[in-house]
């Protein structure tokens, strides 16, 4: 079995249903856009609460602390085998004063330099249809669910 992330899907209701995706930071992302958004998530250990998990990646990702009522979601998989649980919840926060915590990693590769980048280097709010390009394809089951769930 792959590893097990839990995540939120923050929406809100403007003229138009719209969600809250973060991209990715670090070199690997920094150029890639449309199937590289996602919502807020994080792994967890066995044992640990998948929703707990899910309000501190939200938290470690955006830097706003997450509360509401929380509506389960479907769980998907993405590849490799990556087992995704997510929650709904109805928010608002201004995308573009995330503050995200941060990683190290050896950049350039094989260079002995470790360097830090912000695991999430930006915040958007979408349409359901512009999320649905911006994210990864398996996520997009999140967005068909929460839009059933608001008929």
Request: net charge negative; charged share 25%.
């Amino acid at each position: 079995m792959g590893s097990q992330s839990a995540g939120i899907l923050m929406y809100r209701k403007a003229q138009e249903v719209e969600v809250l995706l973060v991209h990715p930071g670090g070199p690997f992302f920094a150029k890639k856009d449309l199937g590289s958004w996602s919502i807020p998530k994080g792994e967890y250990a066995p044992g640990e609460d998948p929703l707990t998990v899910a309000k501190r990646e939200f938290l470690e990702e955006t830097g706003s602390e997450i509360t509401g009522d929380f509506i389960a979601l479907t769980a998907i998989r993405q590849k490799g085998g990556k087992e995704v649980k997510a929650w709904a919840v109805e928010g608002n926060i201004d995308a573009h004063r995330i503050f995200s915590n941060t990683f190290e990693i050896e950049w350039p590769p094989r260079s002995g330099r470790q360097q830090t980048f912000p695991e999430v280097d930006k915040a958007g709010w979408f349409s359901l249809e512009a999320a649905r390009q911006k994210m990864n394809e398996k996520q997009a089951a999140f967005l068909d669910e929460l839009e059933l769930l608001l008929q």
